[in-house]
């Protein structure tokens, strides 16, 4: 008995080993592999779930949506439309019909999106509405009869589509005109003009462009019965956009948000809860705060409002979100999640949610109206999280080392589909019951290559600061790590700053370990989900603290002994690339450093930036009235100390950190001093180069960024960064 235990075991074993041994390290072209989920939605009954499917078209170098449905006891997905842009699945209330936002192409060029309608019982996807700009997040009336909707679409662009003969003439306008009398009058301009007149201080924002302040975001609705004659009914108007659209239970009212400021830059953020008669007629104010509203949510009975929303007196640089409730009835809101130190709708980020088509959640009302079910971000982790309607007792509904990235559910609340991510899974369905209990997985939608790759979660670390915090960190670790050995370290700094790593799936991680790199990512103080004073403390003193906390982890690493400390990296892309350029002006520990999307002269981003900061929240002042504190937080004016070989990694059209208040500074005083140093450009790519990128780009930017660290920091030769070997390294 004991030599056939014996054989058992060994059996065992070398069947352990062979499937190691199978398993092959993550690349950066797995990428092209991944396939992602987005905006899960439950259907009436319960039975299925309809959700985005996203995949990369290698060939065109763009990514594939199209909607997918599977069933929540049980089976394999399937896809309900062929895409290869099909977004934002909206079940009809009796679950018979599916509402989606569909772009085709014509003449080779890409049209904007419209409302599809699609019968569950079969036939083909037919078009709902025709507007010249399209129409964007369909709602559902509670009775199914009436769809709203945004579009930016005007008067005039529907009178142009009809001069033209165009499609929108079906679709929108006045009803009851005479399209023959209309095209008389119409007037062909001499030349369309591309010249952009600026006025505002906000013209531009980072992967939209530039800005159409004639063309706001308004409110519409539209019969859902797409053979009906009737024209969509625009129900808002004038100079402000409108977003998060909510109808009451009874179907008599449509809630909204809107900030009727021409100029909001010159305020802290704010705006008002609306209400509007789905008929028309004017908007009349609900309810607001002293700050910003959004994520809208009614109670079943229709008499209480929940949203999220974060107070902006006094000013801070960070202000946690919270829960608040208002009676629809009258009176000021409530803050329920006060006493609750943790972060109410937010979230950890990886460099892969879904790149296309994210979809978003809202609070949650329980059917009797007594709780609230939220998202919550709290110390790296992302779960759901039970509040109490009245007292705003926090109760948590899911657990664990995960990311919740979407969450939905039904009218009778009784299960929740949930999107996890962990650090070895991009995301997957899960069905979680509203009591409680462990979630029921649906989808295992990337097994067929993940279930050939080696990957590993990482370490968890806490360890304490210079000033006594407690700073919380992972150790991404190689596959086959062996602490006997000397690994390369590279530091990963996170953006924002105010944003936090956690427990998700971040391929750059998993990538740089199969490469031989022990990978630290912490959470430095300014990060979210560890309560408002943390987040807060770094406000007037970004970069300055954080850069001892992201040392003392490296210190706190070092003491294991599995580090060569002669080669270590760091890199980080937004904060972390302005964090990456300062820690090379302050300590020469580094053997080369990767700034993304950086930040070196605060006054020249102050400038330029596609947001503002009139508000006094990170800095004080402007910098023509206090030079010197943006001056001695500009990681440029060290630039003297820097003798680290530095890459940059820039977007060209990256309004949210423009290259020429970054990076550009720093690759141009290097090079005057000679410091080994590279500027990696990518045509067309915005500040989301790392996450929604173009597929290739995506993948480009992890050899780059490995390039340069094999290089200084494993001696291998790689041409291609140096003066007369420009493209070598392909």
């Known amino acids: 008995m004991v030599h056939l235990r014996r054989a058992v075991l060994l059996v065992l074993c070398v069947c352990s080993l062979v499937s190691f041994a199978e398993k092959r390290p993550i690349t950066e072209k797995d990428l092209f592999k991944?396939?992602?989920?987005?905006?899960?939605?439950?259907?009436?009954?319960?039975?299925?779930?309809?959700?985005?499917?996203?995949?990369?078209?290698d060939k065109k170098d763009e990514y594939d949506t199209a909607i997918w449905i599977v069933p929540t006891k049980g089976g394999d997905p399937r896809p309900l439309t062929s895409g290869p842009r099909d977004t934002s699945p909206q079940w009809s209330p009796d679950g018979t019909r599916l509402a989606f936002v569909r772009s085709v192409e014509k003449d080779g060029k890409r049209q904007p999106p419209q409302i599809y309608l699609l019968y569950m019982a079969g036939g083909e996807a037919s078009q709902v509405t025709k507007l010249a700009k399209?129409?964007?997040?369909?709602?559902?009336?509670?009775?199914?009869?009436?769809?709203?909707?945004?579009?930016?679409?005007?008067?005039?662009?529907?009178?142009?589509?009809?001069?033209?003969?165009?499609?929108?003439?079906?679709?929108?306008g006045t009803a009851g005109e005479d399209a023959g009398a209309t095209k008389s009058k119409c007037v062909t301009p001499d030349h369309e003009?591309?010249?952009?007149?600026?006025?505002?201080?906000?013209?531009?924002?980072?992967?939209?462009?530039?800005?159409?302040?004639?063309?706001?975001?308004?409110?519409?609705?539209?019969?859902?019965?797409?053979?009906?004659?009737?024209?969509?009914?625009?129900?808002?108007?004038?100079?402000?956009?409108?977003?998060?659209?909510?109808?009451?239970?009874?179907?008599?009212?449509?809630?909204?948000?809107?900030?009727?400021?021409?100029?909001?830059?010159?305020?802290?953020?704010?705006?008002?809860?609306?209400?509007?008669?789905?008929?028309?007629?004017?908007?009349?104010?609900?309810?607001?705060?002293?700050?910003?509203?959004?994520?809208?949510?009614?109670?079943?009975?229709?008499?209480?409002?929940?949203?999220?929303?974060?107070?902006?007196?006094?000013?801070?640089?960070?202000?946690?979100?919270?829960?608040?409730?208002?009676?629809?009835?009258?009176?000021?809101?409530?803050?329920?999640?006060g006493s609750f130190d943790a972060d109410i709708g937010s979230g950890v980020g990886g460099d892969n949610s879904p790149p296309r088509a994210s979809g978003g959640s809202k609070p949650t009302w329980t059917k009797d109206g007594g709780a609230i079910i939220v998202n919550v971000a709290k110390e790296g982790r992302e779960n759901l999280w039970r509040i109490d309607a009245n007292s705003g007792q926090a109760t948590e509904l899911?657990?664990?080392?995960?990311?919740?990235?979407?969450?939905?559910?039904?009218?009778?609340?009784?299960?929740?589909?949930?999107?996890?991510?962990?650090?070895?899974?991009?995301?997957?369905?899960?069905?979680?019951?509203?009591?409680?209990?462990?979630?029921?997985?649906?989808?295992?939608?990337?097994?067929?290559?993940?279930?050939?790759?080696?990957?590993?979660?990482?370490?968890e670390l806490w360890y304490t600061s210079f000033d006594g915090k407690k700073i919380h960190a992972w150790i991404q670790k190689p596959p086959d790590f062996d602490k006997s050995r000397k690994y390369p370290l590279i530091l990963n700094i996170?953006?924002?700053?105010?944003?936090?790593?956690?427990?998700?799936?971040?391929?750059?991680?998993?990538?740089?370990?199969?490469?031989?790199?022990?990978?630290?990512?912490?959470?430095?103080?300014?990060?979210?989900?560890?309560?408002?004073?943390?987040?807060?403390?770094?406000?007037?003193?970004?970069?300055?603290?954080?850069?001892?906390?992201?040392?003392?982890?490296?210190?706190?690493?070092?003491?294991?002994?599995?580090?060569?400390?002669?080669?270590?990296?760091?890199?980080?892309?937004?904060?972390?690339?302005?964090?990456?350029?300062?820690?090379?002006?302050?300590?020469?520990?580094?053997?080369?450093?990767?700034?993304?999307?950086?930040?070196?002269?605060?006054?020249?981003?102050?400038?330029?930036?596609?947001?503002?900061?009139?508000?006094?929240?990170?800095?004080?002042?402007?910098?023509?009235?206090?030079?010197?504190?943006?001056?001695?937080?500009?990681?440029?004016?060290y630039i003297k100390n820097v003798k680290t070989p530095m890459m940059f990694i820039l977007g060209d059209a990256d309004w949210r950190t423009p290259e020429a208040s970054g990076g550009e500074e720093m690759f141009r005083a290097l090079k005057y001093r000679k410091i080994p140093t590279v500027m990696v450009r990518f045509p067309g790519e915005s500040h989301e180069l790392s996450r929604s990128g173009q597929p290739w780009h995506r993948i480009e930017r992890l050899e780059h960024i490995t390039n340069w660290f094999d290089i200084y920091l494993r001696g291998i030769k790689i041409a291609g960064y140096a003066p007369g070997e420009e493209g070598a390294w392909k």
């Not at 319960?46 to 996203?54: L, N």
């Open 398 to 459: 899911t657990k664990g080392a995960q990311a919740v990235e979407g969450f939905n559910t039904n009218d009778n609340v009784s299960d929740f589909v949930l999107l996890i991510s962990m650090p070895t899974n991009i995301g997957d369905l899960f069905l979680q019951s509203a009591n409680g209990g462990e979630p029921r997985r649906l989808t295992n939608i990337n097994d067929k290559l993940f279930s050939t790759l080696n990957l590993t979660a990482p370490e």
């Open 193 to 337: 003009s591309d010249v952009h007149v600026i006025s505002r201080a906000v013209y531009r924002a980072n992967g939209a462009g530039y800005l159409d302040p004639t063309h706001p975001n308004h409110i519409w609705v539209i019969a859902s019965n797409s053979g009906d004659a009737e024209k969509p009914r625009q129900l808002t108007s004038g100079p402000f956009a409108e977003s998060d659209i909510e109808w009451a239970p009874d179907g008599s009212r449509i809630y909204f948000t809107s900030n009727h400021v021409l100029e909001a830059y010159y305020e802290l953020p704010k705006n008002i809860v609306y209400e509007i008669s789905p008929q028309g007629g004017e908007a009349k104010e609900v309810t607001h705060i002293d700050g910003a509203a959004s994520r809208l949510s009614v109670s079943p009975d229709g008499k209480r409002l929940a949203f999220i929303g974060s107070l902006n007196q006094p000013v801070k640089s960070y202000t946690k979100p919270d829960l608040w409730v208002a009676d629809l009835g009258g009176g000021a809101p409530t803050k329920l999640t």
């Open 134 to 172: 399209g129409a964007s997040r369909p709602t559902w009336s509670p009775d199914g009869k009436l769809i709203a909707f945004n579009s930016t679409t005007t008067p005039e662009d529907i009178a142009k589509e009809q001069c033209k003969g165009g499609a929108a003439r079906d679709g929108g």
């Open 494 to 637: 996170h953006g924002g700053p105010h944003a936090a790593y956690g427990w998700v799936f971040d391929h750059e991680f998993q990538y740089m370990a199969a490469k031989g790199y022990v990978v630290l990512y912490p959470n430095p103080r300014g990060s979210t989900s560890y309560g408002q004073e943390f987040g807060n403390i770094i406000q007037y003193h970004y970069p300055g603290d954080d850069f001892k906390d992201l040392m003392a982890g490296v210190d706190e690493v070092l003491k294991r002994g599995y580090i060569d400390e002669k080669r270590m990296g760091v890199t980080g892309g937004s904060g972390g690339g302005l964090l990456t350029d300062w820690v090379v002006g302050h300590t020469d520990r580094f053997a080369a450093a990767v700034a993304q999307r950086d930040i070196a002269s605060w006054a020249a981003w102050w400038y330029s930036a596609d947001f503002t900061l009139f508000q006094p929240s990170w800095f004080r002042k402007a910098p023509f009235e206090d030079p010197q504190d943006f001056t001695e937080r500009s990681p440029i004016t």
């Open 34 to 57: 991944f396939t992602w989920i987005a905006d899960p939605q439950l259907s009436p009954d319960g039975s299925q779930v309809a959700f985005v499917r996203v995949t990369v078209a």
